[in-house]
């Protein structure tokens, strides 16, 4: 970005204090035309600067805008396409895990259910005596 720079006064600065309004009969009426027309004069070139940096600013903008919105269009689709597959691919891990697990807790329930018949047996050949 290029240095902006902007003198406020091309001429001395007005001297005296802006409260003393009393003063102000004794300046010369010349005087007084030629520091208005440079104050104007600066005002005209600050109002022209301005406008150049407004314009400068909307072209950047308009930049950014159209170059987002083209981003915004083409990786839109792809973006959605990549959730769409991650989501596909989520479902088929949990269908598969669910699978897992339903097989892991058929092998425990089969487990138990031969310790269980283990169990009965040797409490149906051994009789327990627990008060004797």
Not at 45 to 52: C, F, G, H, Y
Request: aromatic share 4%; hydrophobic share 35%.
């Amino acid at each position: 970005m290029e240095p902006i720079d902007i003198p406020i006064l091309d001429g001395p600065p007005i001297d005296g204090n802006l409260m003393e309004i009393g003063n102000v009969g004794t300046c010369n009426a010349e005087d007084d035309t030629a520091d208005i027309e440079r104050i104007t004069h600066h005002i005209d070139n600050m109002i022209t600067k301005v406008v150049e940096l407004e314009q400068k600013v909307n072209e950047v903008e308009q930049f950014f805008l159209t170059s987002s919105k083209r981003i915004n269009f083409k990786g839109s689709s792809v973006v959605k396409d990549k959730d769409k597959d991650k989501h596909i691919i989520n479902i088929k891990k949990q269908q598969q895990d669910a699978t897992q697990r339903e097989a892991a807790s058929a092998k425990r329930m089969q487990e138990l259910m031969r310790q269980l018949s283990t169990i009965l047996r040797q409490a149906i050949t051994r009789p327990l005596y627990l008060f004797s």
